[in-house]
């Protein structure tokens, strides 16, 4: 991977001749620093955060919406109607996966009563039984990943880059490092919703067992190792399924997901509230 972000770099880059030079340039740069400034509230350890904000799950999920505008931008800047096509595309698949990723946040935080990204992680801790991941938030641990692969635009949801009828999608007409920090924007939202799946739902930096050896293991050393075992997962389905036709994306968003997590917003609720374990009450 080095050598070839080198050799990237080094490449010539080809600008079409009918394209919005500013705005062809301006959007891979706003992919890339999106993908990186996320990236400020997320809790390695304990007190471990670049910033470490009461609101931190809302400005992660604002930050996720604007990477939107950056494919866009990519798509319209360039030109040409097989770019545009895939911008469109995964517009649209981008915002429609978040509509449900935003209620499975909803039921995480009905459970600890916080929007701070480490009173989330400290809210799990007591070892493995006591993470999101069990018990009555299993679904929106299922119905959070699945979506995560659509965000980030990885198989089986690669539409935007169906290299079969779109060539490569928004970034065709890219090339050299233009291209290079598509792709690194692309990895870097990858292992940020990595990051995001391990902090709501498998413990953050927490060990899954509350006695040694297992807590003599540093904090940031079990969240890299959560973060490298959903990584495996992304690769995981991306050779084993295969491509989704359009269609069939929208209709697994739309019509399954939606009312499922909607659903699921008002049976957390109702158990929270019989079972006395509302927060603050």
């Given at each position: 991977?080095?050598?070839?972000?080198?050799?990237?770099?080094?490449?010539?880059?080809i600008?079409?001749?009918?394209?919005?030079?500013?705005?062809?340039?301006?959007?891979?740069?706003?992919?890339?620093v999106?993908?990186?400034?996320?990236?400020?509230?997320?809790?390695?350890?304990?007190?471990?955060?670049?910033?470490?904000?009461?609101?931190?799950i809302?400005?992660?999920?604002?930050?996720?919406?604007?990477?939107?505008?950056?494919?866009?931008?990519?798509?319209?800047?360039?030109?040409?109607?097989?770019?545009?096509?895939?911008?469109l595309?995964?517009?649209?698949?981008?915002?429609?996966?978040?509509?449900?990723?935003?209620?499975?946040?909803?039921?995480?935080?009905?459970?600890?009563?916080?929007?701070?990204?480490?009173?989330?992680?400290?809210?799990?801790?007591?070892?493995?039984?006591?993470?999101?991941?069990?018990?009555?938030?299993?679904p929106?641990?299922?119905?959070?990943?699945i979506?995560?692969?659509?965000?980030?635009?990885?198989?089986?949801?690669?539409?935007?880059?169906?290299?079969?009828?779109?060539?490569?999608?928004?970034?065709?007409?890219?090339?050299?490092?233009?291209?290079?920090?598509?792709?690194?924007?692309?990895?870097a939202?990858?292992?940020?919703?990595?990051?995001?799946?391990?902090?709501l739902?498998l413990?953050g930096?927490m060990a899954?067992?509350?006695?040694?050896?297992?807590?003599?293991?540093?904090g940031?050393?079990?969240?890299?190792?959560?973060?490298?075992?959903?990584?495996?997962?992304?690769l995981?389905?991306?050779?084993?399924?295969?491509?989704?036709?359009?269609?069939?994306l929208?209709r697994?968003?739309?019509?399954?997901?939606?009312?499922?997590?909607?659903?699921?917003?008002?049976?957390?609720?109702?158990?929270?509230?019989?079972?006395?374990?509302?927060?603050?009450?």
């Open positions: 991977p080095l050598a070839d972000g080198i050799k990237l770099f080094f490449k010539e880059t600008v079409p001749a009918s394209s919005n030079r500013g705005m062809f340039f301006a959007a891979p740069m706003v992919t890339f999106l993908s990186l400034i996320a990236w400020a509230v997320i809790p390695f350890d304990a007190g471990m955060v670049l910033s470490n904000i009461n609101v931190g809302l400005y992660l999920f604002a930050i996720s919406s604007l990477g939107v505008y950056g494919i866009i931008m990519a798509g319209w800047s360039s030109n040409s109607k097989y770019a545009f096509l895939g911008a595309r995964s517009a649209a698949q981008m915002v429609s996966y978040e509509v449900s990723m935003g209620f499975v946040i909803i039921t995480v935080l009905m459970f600890v009563g916080s929007l701070n990204l480490s009173a989330i992680v400290e809210a799990q801790s007591g070892g493995i039984h006591n993470w999101h991941f069990f018990g009555i938030l299993f929106m641990f299922i119905i959070f990943f979506s995560t692969l659509a965000e980030t635009n990885r198989a089986p949801f690669d539409l935007p880059e169906a290299e079969a009828e779109l060539v490569s999608g928004y970034n065709v007409e890219y090339s050299a490092m233009t291209f290079a920090m598509f792709f690194l924007g692309e990895y939202n990858m292992i940020l919703m990595c990051a995001m799946t391990s902090i739902f413990g930096w899954p067992f509350d006695f040694a050896p297992f807590t003599w293991v540093p940031p050393i079990w969240f890299a190792l959560k973060i490298a075992f959903c990584l495996f997962v992304f995981w389905v991306r050779a084993t399924f295969p491509r989704y036709r359009y269609d069939q929208m697994l968003g739309w019509k399954v997901f939606l009312p499922f997590s909607l659903l699921w917003v008002v049976v957390v609720g109702g158990w929270l509230f019989a079972t006395g374990k509302v927060p603050g009450m």
